[in-house]
C-alpha cells in the first residue's frame, strides 16, 4: 500500500434536490485522514457536517442526491463503488457511530444477534465462535455482565449503555477507521465523558482512525490531532488542534469559540454572540457565507467568495480579513462593549 | 433544527430551520382531479332539479333499455327511465347520506373526542370502552335491525349510517388531541391561565381539524358504499326514489340483457369512492408533511 | 444525595419558597416513579436560581411542580405569600400572569396554526385586559424588546421562524403579563451554539429591564453558571448541593457535583482527558427504584457503608454553602 492517507476526499459536493432547488449540503469539501490519527469536524445545524459523514459512507438517499467529487479510502475509490462492494468494507474496514443509539439498533432483535450478525458475514465465523467475540467485545466496551446482555433488547439498556452496544458493533471487525456523527450528543454530560473516553481507548488499541464529528468544541478540543470547522457546507478552517485553538484566524471560528459559556468563566459574564442565523443551503449568495452574520464582514466578504489559503503547515483558513496574531487579546478585552449589538438581527 | 435533535439524513437534518421540509409541499395533480370529480358529482346532484333532466321516476316516458343517444346519453332502464337523470339524482341520496352521516359523526365524535383526549381520566376511560364495545358490534347487523324497526326514510338512514361513524371519527380525533394535548403550547396555554374550554377550541381543535377533515373523506366513501349496499338489499330510502345502490340491484336483474343498467351507477360509485379515498389520503399526508415540518 | 432537609433555604422574604416538593407518578402496575422526592428550595426577588443536573434527575419536573402544572403529590409552594398547592380552580388561575414558564423545545412551545401576533395578543385575551389598540401597542413593545420586527414578523406563523427567534417569541409571550417569576426550562438547549448566546444575552436583559426573577432549569453546567446567582444541583429527584453560583463551581462540595464538573468537555486543547478512567459501565440506577440511603452511593467515589443506609441531611459546609452529603468534599482543598 502507497504511504497516502487511509482516508481521502476530494472536492466532495453532495446536494439535495427539493423543490426550492438544490440544498447545496455539502458544497466541496477536501480533508485526508493518516492512519491511526482523528480529525474533528465541527459545526453547528446545517453546516453539512453530518451529509459530509455520510457522504464519506455512502450512505445517503438514492434519489434527489446529487453527489460528486471523489472519497478514497485506502487507495480504493468508494465513490465509484457498488452497494455490493461498499457493504463488504462497511462494518469491516470503515464503521460509522450515529448519535442516536437507539435508531440505529434494532429494536426487536436481541443484541447478541446484532453484534454476531456483522462478524458472521465479514469474517465468516460461526455463531458459536461469534458469540465468544461478542462476549468480549461487549466486555471491552466496559458492559458489565456481558452474557446477560447479549440475551437483551435495546429497550433494556440506557441510554448510554446502547451507544456502548453501538460502538461494539461497529468495532466488532477491527476497522481501520472510524466515522463518529455526534456520537454523545444525546447522552447526559458524565456518560459522554465515558463514551468518549471509551472511544479513545479503542482507538489507541486498534490503531484505529477516526472521524469524530461535533457541534461541541470542547468535545474535540482534547481528543483530536486535527480540526475542520465547517460552515454552510463547506470547510471554513482546517489546523492542527494546538494550532487551531492558539492561532485561529477565520472569524467563523473565533465567533464560534468566544460564543461557548465556559463553566470556568465567572457567572454573568456576557456572550459574544453571533447574530442572525444559520445560512440557508439552498439559497447560496455569492461571497462568503458568513457574511451577514460577521461583524467584520466588508465589501469584499460580500463580493468574492475567499479560497482557503494556507496559514502555516497543516493551516489552512478561508477568509478576507483573517483574525491577526495579537488580535485576539486585544478583542477579548473589549468584547462585552461591542457585544451589545447582538442577536439583533433578525 | 436543532444540535441536540436527532439528525437524520432527511432534508429536515440537512436545513437548519426546518424550512426544506416544506419543499414540494404541494398537494398533486391526483389529489386535484379527484377533488374535481367530487365537485363536478357535488355540483350535479345539486343542480340536478334545474338542468334539463327528465323527471326519474317517471315511468313510461320513453322505450325501454334504450342504447345512449343524444337525447338519453347513458340510455334507459328496463321502466324507460333516463339513466342520466336517474344517476344524478341518485348521487343526491348517496352523498346527502354520505356528508350528513359523517358531518353528525364529526360533530359527536369529534367533540366527544376531543374532550376525552384532552381531559382523560374516567371520562376517556368509559368513552374508551365503549368505543371498543360499539367497534365490535357488527355494524351490518345494527344496521339492518334499525332500519328495519325505525323505517326506511333518508334522516334515519342518515341517524344510523352516523351514529356508526361516531366512534371510528372519535378514536382518531382522541389520538391527535392527545398528541397535541402533551405539546408544549397547551402547557403555556394552561401557564397563562386560559381555562380548558378555551384551550381545546383555540389550541387544540384548529390542529386536529384538518386532519379530522381529511379521515372525514374517506369516511365518506365508506358511508356511500354502506348505504348502497343498505340500498342494494331494499333497505335504504324506498323506491321509487332512485339510490346508487338500488339502481345497482334493479340493473343486476337485467344484467344479461342490458349491462350498462348496472354500469353507469357502479361507474359513478367507484370513482366517487375512488376519488374521496385518494382525496381523503392525500389531505392526511400533506397535513402529516405539514406537521413533520414544525 | 439524598438532600433532604431545609436547612438551605434562607430567612427572609423569599419570592419563591418550595418546601418538601414530593412528585410521583404510577408506573406500570405496581410502580411509582419517584421523580422529585423532597426537594426544598427559595428564590429571592431579582434572583436567579439555576437548577443544574442530568436526564431524570426530576429538575423539570420540579420547575412543572412550581407552576402546579401538575401539583405536587405532596409538598407547598409559596409564592407572594400564599401556597399554590392550596388555592382552587380560579384563585390559582389569578396567579398564573405573576408566575410564568418558557419551555426547552421552541418549536413545540408555539401553536403551528396561528401567526405570532395572535400568540402574543393571547394572553391580553384570555385576561381580558386593554382595548384593541392597546393589545397591539403592548405586542408592539414586547416584540421589539425581545428583538422581533413587530410589523414583518407579527402576520407570520411559526414555521417561518428559526429555532432562535421561536424562542424569542415564547419570552415574548411569557412577558405579555408582567409576570415576576419565569421558569426557565432548558430554554437554550435545543438551540446552536451560536444562537444559544443571542437567548442568554436576551434573557439577562429582559431581566433587567422587566425585573425579573428567574428559576433556570438546564443540564449544561456552563450555561447555568453564566446566569445563574445560585445553583442547586439534582440528582434522582433529590437536591445535592446549593450555594452561590461562584462558589459552588470553585470548590464543589458534593462528590456528584465534582463528578459532573470533571465531565464537562473543556475546549482547551492542553486539557488531554485520562482515557483509563471509568472503564467500566455503571448501571444507573432507576427513579422507579432509588437506592437506598444517599441515593448517589452507587456510583459515589467517596461512598462509605453509612451512605447506603442513612440519607444525608442538607448543612452548611461553608458560609451560605449547602451539601447533602455525609462526606463533603472540603472546600478549597481540591483542585477546582
Redesign the interface.
Known amino acids: 500500500m502507497s504511504g497516502g492517507a487511509l482516508l481521502e476526499v476530494d472536492a466532495l459536493r453532495t446536494h439535495?434536490l427539493?423543490?426550492?432547488g438544490a440544498?447545496r449540503?455539502v458544497d466541496g469539501v477536501s480533508l485526508a485522514v493518516e492512519r491511526g490519527r482523528t480529525l474533528g469536524v465541527v459545526g453547528?445545524?446545517?453546516s453539512?457536517k453530518?451529509?459530509l459523514a455520510?457522504s464519506i459512507m455512502g450512505?445517503?438517499?438514492t434519489t434527489n442526491v446529487r453527489r460528486e467529487g471523489r472519497v478514497t479510502f485506502d487507495g480504493r475509490e468508494l465513490t465509484g463503488m457498488s452497494p455490493a462492494e461498499l457493504r463488504e468494507i462497511w462494518g469491516a474496514e470503515l464503521s460509522m457511530v450515529f448519535?442516536?443509539p437507539m435508531?440505529s439498533l434494532n429494536p426487536v432483535v436481541r443484541i447478541g444477534r446484532q453484534i454476531t450478525e456483522t462478524m458472521r458475514f465479514h469474517l465468516g465465523i460461526r455463531e458459536s465462535e461469534a458469540r465468544a467475540r461478542a462476549v468480549e467485545l461487549l466486555r471491552s466496551v466496559?458492559?458489565?455482565d456481558p452474557e446477560r446482555r447479549l440475551r437483551e433488547h435495546p429497550h433494556q439498556l440506557?441510554g448510554?449503555?446502547r451507544q456502548?452496544v453501538t460502538i461494539a458493533i461497529a468495532l466488532a471487525c477491527g476497522p481501520r477507521m472510524l466515522l463518529a456523527?455526534?456520537p454523545t450528543?444525546?447522552l447526559?454530560?458524565?456518560v459522554?465523558?465515558?463514551i468518549?473516553?471509551l472511544l479513545?481507548?479503542q482507538q489507541?488499541e486498534l490503531h484505529m482512525a477516526m472521524v469524530l464529528v461535533t457541534?461541541?468544541?470542547?468535545?474535540v478540543?482534547?481528543?483530536t490531532d486535527d480540526i475542520a470547522v465547517m460552515y454552510a457546507g463547506r470547510i471554513v478552517e482546517l489546523a492542527p488542534?494546538?494550532v487551531?485553538?492558539s492561532d485561529m484566524r477565520m472569524r467563523y471560528t473565533q465567533?464560534?469559540?468566544r460564543?461557548?459559556?465556559?463553566?470556568?468563566?465567572?457567572?454573568?459574564?456576557?456572550?459574544?454572540?453571533?447574530?442572525g442565523?444559520?445560512?440557508?443551503?439552498?439559497a447560496r449568495a455569492p461571497g462568503c457565507s458568513f457574511a451577514p452574520?460577521c461583524r467584520y464582514a466588508r465589501d469584499r466578504c460580500w463580493a468574492e467568495t475567499p479560497p482557503l489559503a494556507d496559514a502555516g503547515p497543516g493551516h489552512q483558513f478561508a477568509c478576507w480579513y483573517p483574525v491577526e496574531a495579537g488580535e485576539a487579546e486585544a478583542d477579548a478585552a473589549s468584547a462585552p462593549l461591542s457585544?451589545t449589538a447582538?442577536?439583533?438581527r433578525? | 433544527?436543532?444540535?441536540?435533535?436527532?439528525?437524520?439524513?432527511t432534508?429536515a437534518?440537512?436545513?437548519?430551520?426546518g424550512?426544506?421540509a416544506?419543499?414540494?409541499?404541494?398537494l398533486g395533480s391526483t389529489f386535484w382531479i379527484s377533488a374535481g370529480w367530487v365537485a363536478l358529482v357535488v355540483l350535479a346532484a345539486v343542480l340536478a332539479g334545474v338542468l334539463p333532466l327528465q323527471d326519474p321516476t317517471a315511468i313510461g316516458n320513453n322505450a325501454p333499455r334504450l342504447g345512449p343517444s343524444a337525447g338519453h346519453l347513458l340510455g334507459t332502464d328496463e321502466l324507460g327511465r333516463d339513466l342520466l337523470s336517474r344517476v344524478l339524482y341518485g348521487a343526491r341520496t348517496s352523498l346527502t347520506v354520505g356528508f350528513a352521516a359523517i358531518a353528525f359523526g364529526l360533530a359527536v365524535g369529534g367533540a366527544i373526542g376531543l374532550v376525552a383526549g384532552y381531559y382523560r381520566g374516567r371520562l376517556d376511560a368509559l368513552f374508551n370502552g365503549l368505543a371498543t364495545v360499539l367497534l365490535a358490534f357488527p355494524a351490518l347487523i345494527f344496521l339492518l335491525t334499525v332500519v328495519t324497526f325505525l323505517g326506511q326514510n333518508l334522516v334515519d338512514v342518515v341517524l344510523t349510517l352516523g351514529v356508526l361513524s361516531v366512534a371510528p371519527i372519535a378514536r382518531i380525533v382522541r389520538a391527535n388531541t392527545m398528541v397535541y394535548a402533551n405539546r408544549e403550547f397547551v402547557l403555556a396555554a394552561r401557564a397563562l391561565g386560559a381555562r380548558g374550554h378555551r384551550i381545546l377550541l383555540r389550541e387544540i381543535l384548529p390542529n386536529v381539524l384538518p386532519g379530522a377533515l381529511a379521515f372525514s373523506l374517506v369516511a365518506i366513501a365508506v358511508v356511500i358504499v354502506a348505504e348502497g349496499a343498505l340500498s342494494f338489499l331494499g333497505l335504504s330510502v324506498r323506491p321509487p326514489t332512485p339510490t346508487w345502490g338500488g339502481m345497482i340491484a334493479e340493473g343486476g336483474q337485467v344484467l344479461a340483457q342490458d349491462g350498462l343498467v348496472a354500469l353507469w351507477p357502479s361507474l359513478a360509485m367507484f370513482l366517487t369512492v375512488l376519488a374521496l379515498n385518494f382525496a381523503g389520503d392525500r389531505l392526511q399526508q400533506y397535513f402529516e408533511v405539514r406537521e413533520g415540518g414544525l | 444525595m439524598a438532600g433532604s432537609g431545609t436547612a438551605h433555604l434562607r430567612n427572609g422574604d423569599a419570592l419563591l419558597r418550595a418546601e418538601h416538593l414530593v412528585v410521583e407518578f404510577p408506573a406500570g402496575r405496581r410502580g411509582r416513579v419517584h421523580a422529585v422526592s423532597d426537594v426544598s428550595l427559595d428564590v429571592f426577588p431579582g434572583e436567579t436560581l439555576g437548577l443544574v443536573g442530568?436526564?431524570g434527575c426530576g429538575k423539570s419536573t420540579t420547575g412543572r411542580a412550581i407552576m402546579q402544572l401538575p401539583a405536587p403529590t405532596a409538598g407547598s409552594v409559596w409564592f407572594e405569600g400564599r401556597d399554590l398547592t392550596g388555592l382552587s380552580g380560579d384563585a390559582l388561575r389569578r396567579t398564573r400572569t405573576r408566575l410564568q414558564m418558557i419551555f426547552q423545545d421552541p418549536i413545540s412551545s408555539l401553536n403551528p396554526r396561528r401567526r405570532v401576533r395572535d400568540i402574543l395578543t393571547e394572553p391580553l385575551a384570555i385576561w381580558g385586559l386593554g382595548t384593541p389598540a392597546e393589545r397591539r401597542r403592548r405586542v408592539a413593545e414586547v416584540m421589539e424588546a425581545v428583538?422581533?420586527?413587530a410589523d414583518?414578523?407579527g402576520d407570520r406563523r411559526p414555521h417561518e421562524f428559526?429555532g432562535?427567534?421561536c424562542q424569542r417569541i415564547s419570552i415574548a409571550r411569557a412577558l405579555m403579563l408582567e409576570p415576576r417569576l419565569v421558569i426557565c426550562d432548558e430554554p437554550v438547549s435545543a438551540l446552536?451554539?451560536?444562537?444559544?448566546?443571542?437567548?442568554?444575552?436576551?434573557l439577562?436583559d429582559m431581566k433587567a429591564r422587566y425585573g425579573l426573577t428567574l428559576v433556570f432549569i438546564a443540564?449544561?453546567?456552563?450555561?447555568v453558571?453564566?446566569?445563574?446567582?445560585r445553583v442547586a444541583v439534582m440528582y434522582l429527584g433529590k437536591l445535592c448541593e446549593v450555594a452561590p453560583?461562584?462558589d459552588l463551581?470553585r470548590a464543589p462540595a458534593h462528590p456528584y457535583t465534582m463528578?459532573?464538573?470533571?465531565?464537562?468537555?473543556?475546549?482547551?486543547?492542553?486539557?488531554?482527558?485520562?482515557?483509563?478512567?471509568?472503564?467500566?459501565?455503571v448501571?444507573?440506577p432507576s427513579p422507579l427504584a432509588p437506592p437506598s440511603g444517599c441515593r448517589f452511593h452507587t456510583r459515589c467515589p467517596r461512598a462509605e457503608a453509612i451512605c447506603a443506609e442513612r440519607e444525608p441531611e442538607m448543612r452548611e459546609v461553608a458560609g451560605g454553602h449547602f451539601a447533602a452529603c455525609h462526606f463533603p468534599l472540603e472546600p478549597h482543598t481540591h483542585p477546582a
Open positions: 439535495f427539493t423543490g426550492r440544498v449540503a453547528e445545524s446545517g453539512g453530518t451529509v455520510r450512505l445517503l438517499p448519535q442516536d435508531t466496559g458492559i458489565p440506557s448510554g449503555m456502548r456523527d455526534e450528543t444525546a447526559d454530560v458524565t459522554q465523558a465515558q468518549l473516553n479513545g481507548r489507541r457541534h461541541d468544541l470542547g468535545v478540543a482534547g481528543r488542534t494546538a487551531l485553538f465567533a464560534l469559540f460564543s461557548i459559556p465556559r463553566v470556568t468563566d465567572p457567572g454573568h459574564r456576557r456572550l459574544v454572540a453571533i447574530g442565523r444559520p445560512p440557508d443551503l439552498a452574520r457585544a447582538d442577536g439583533r433578525i | 433544527m436543532a444540535a441536540a435533535a436527532p439528525a437524520a439524513v432534508l437534518g440537512v436545513d437548519g430551520d424550512e426544506a416544506y419543499v414540494g409541499r404541494r | 442530568e436526564s428583538g422581533l420586527d414583518t414578523a428559526s432562535g427567534q446552536d451554539v451560536s444562537v444559544q448566546a443571542q437567548i442568554l444575552n436576551l439577562k443540564h449544561d453546567l456552563a450555561v453558571r453564566n446566569v445563574s446567582d453560583a461562584d463551581y463528578t459532573l464538573l470533571a465531565s464537562v468537555p473543556v475546549p482547551d486543547p492542553g486539557v488531554r482527558p485520562d482515557l483509563s478512567a471509568d472503564d467500566v459501565d448501571e444507573l
